[in-house]
């Protein structure tokens, strides 16, 4: 079944391993097939290979729920067999007994499944992950509780046993093995989520989600109180939203972690943001800013007053853009403070101050004082409402430079943003210099990127070329995967930027129902370049790919 699978993923153009492909499946043969990391071996996703096996193999596809709700049959078989092997014996609803595996499995793995189970089996076919979830539900239950239903809720919420549940050795170990594994695979968040029994830990490396090995669903209480109580958070309650912060040293290294908790259908889940302390600022020419924006952008920061504000969604980079801008301009001549949350940058000449909303210091309430202390530039963290940026505009009009971020789709989309937040256009059109779109595409892994030259076929198949202008004959870079970039084929990321400066004209179409596409498209009249132009340069220079720039901006 190996060898006619490997056959079968080579003519369908999705594997990643040359060697593989061209018959060299006999050379890995010491590092076991069954042990091999069949989706890293492809283009595929998880889900998508499980359905191309499916295909292949001409079995069903069964989903999580699938296997969650059905009646496990494996418990005369080892834990560890089945979890190794990611198989999963089941009962269908009309009694049959079926396996679901998560990959290519030849016929002695299945044969004794069926004689240690006296039975013939039918294969099904699910990812890997939804496998995991389903034994982890099976093979370690919850242990049923010995107190009353009508005391449950008061034993839950027993203040003294979560803190006992929380500082237990598992649970500590467990936490601190888990920051400790998002801090070396450089995680941006670490996702903590209860589904269908199981317990899920996923972790943000270079903007996608990856799974981990999660602790078992017994441990889920634990967890939460221990990050509750890291992040001086309530570990009682259960039933609502709450956010907060704590800071330790992983590894060596300062973290600063930003809690929000969550209440869903099977449990509270968790999203830890890990911020390293005292991250080294990259110079204003790495960052992948284009050389007309970047010019553009050198030139507003030299002007002794005005606006220029940074868009995109959160974790789109909008602080190293920022921090790398405060430190072109950072001269002893200038006095520049920020308001910041967090201060993730540390600028040695530059007063910066973390908000403080316990105590009264927002966004608002720091602004309005530095107005006091005779600043040349204010660095706002982040315009969040209409109080803040009436100051903002304010500031920038009465000869500060006022740099600050917003959460809009566009660059042009920040003018009917603030228009929306109460600020009339006149002075908008006043105040605002410029105004920086970006976002974060992954950056090719040098070691292991691949070129390939586009033909006919490649144009044909996938529309996107040819609609931004590629030709046949044109080398593009795919990923491969390595050691060095964990088989991913990426490492790293870059941004892809717009640089809209505020040109007399466009003061002139700035008013109160300013259109953000008619302002973006008089932009691109007069040379702009959009974050989806900016990502076909980079794919052109061998930095990214096609699906990375079609995935944080606009797909046609």
Not at 316 to 339: D, F
Not at 396 to 419: K, P, W
């Amino acid at each position: 079944m190996y060898n006619d699978f490997i056959a079968h993923l080579a003519r369908k153009g999705v594997l990643r391993d040359a060697q593989m492909a061209n018959g060299g499946l006999n050379a890995r043969q010491g590092d076991g097939l069954g042990n091999l990391d069949w989706v890293g071996l492809t283009k595929l996703t998880a889900s998508a290979f499980a359905d191309e096996l499916a295909a292949f193999c001409g079995c069903s596809r069964v989903q999580r729920r699938d296997l969650v709700d059905s009646q496990f049959a494996g418990a005369q078989l080892s834990a560890r067999f089945l979890r190794e092997g990611h198989l999963f014996p089941y009962q269908d609803s009309s009694g049959n007994l079926m396996l679901a595996i998560a990959r290519p499995t030849d016929g002695e793995t299945v044969k004794a499944v069926e004689i240690a189970l006296h039975q013939l089996v039918t294969i099904t076919i699910a990812t890997a992950e939804d496998i995991d979830a389903a034994l982890a539900t099976s093979l370690e239950p919850e242990r049923p509780s010995a107190v009353a239903p009508g005391e449950a809720a008061a034993s839950e919420d027993n203040l003294d046993d979560l803190r006992d549940l929380a500082g237990g050795a598992p649970v500590v170990r467990a936490v601190d093995d888990l920051l400790r594994l998002a801090v070396e695979q450089r995680a941006t968040d670490l996702h903590i989520e209860p589904f269908g029994g199981a317990l899920q830990a996923r972790l943000r490396i270079d903007g996608l989600l990856k799974a981990v090995p999660a602790p078992p669903m017994s441990m889920a209480r634990g967890l939460l109180s221990r990050l509750k109580i890291m992040a001086g958070l309530n570990i009682t309650e259960r039933r609502l939203p709450q956010d907060g912060r704590a800071r330790l040293v992983v590894g060596g290294t300062e973290i600063d972690l930003r809690v929000a908790t969550m209440p869903t259908m099977h449990g509270e889940s968790a999203v830890v943001r890990l911020l390293r302390k005292g991250s080294s600022f990259v110079a204003i020419d790495q960052i992948g800013l284009p050389t007309r924006g970047e010019e553009i952008l050198r030139r507003m920061l030299q002007a002794p007053f005005g606006m220029i504000i940074v868009t995109g969604p959160t974790g789109s980079g909008k602080t190293t853009t920022l921090a790398a801008s405060l430190a072109l301009i950072n001269e002893p001549t200038r006095k520049i403070l920020t308001i910041e949350d967090p201060v993730e940058y540390q600028i040695p000449g530059i007063n910066q101050t973390q908000v403080h909303p316990a105590i009264g210091l927002t966004f608002a309430s720091a602004l309005r004082s530095f107005l006091r202390q005779d600043p040349d530039v204010i660095m706002v963290g982040e315009m969040r409402d209409s109080e803040t940026a009436h100051i903002g505009v304010h500031a920038s009009l009465t000869g500060h430079l006022v740099l600050t971020t917003l959460h809009t789709n566009t660059a042009a989309g920040a003018i009917a943003r603030m228009i929306d937040m109460e600020v009339e256009s006149f002075l908008l059109a006043s105040s605002v210099r410029a105004i920086v779109g970006q976002r974060l595409v992954r950056i090719l892994c040098e070691h292991c990127k691949q070129p390939h030259r586009l033909g006919a076929d490649d144009l044909t198949h996938d529309h996107r070329y040819a609609a931004l202008g590629f030709a046949v004959g044109e080398v593009v870079h795919q990923p491969k995967g390595c050691d060095w970039c964990a088989f991913t084929g990426f490492r790293g990321r870059q941004g892809v930027f717009e640089v809209m400066e505020v040109s007399p004209s466009l003061r002139r179409a700035i008013g109160p129902k300013t259109d953000a596409s008619d302002l973006e498209q008089a932009a691109r009249n007069e040379g702009m370049t959009t974050m989806t132009e900016d990502g076909v340069a980079k794919c052109r220079a061998g930095l990214t790919t096609i699906d990375e720039v079609f995935r944080v901006t606009a797909s046609l």
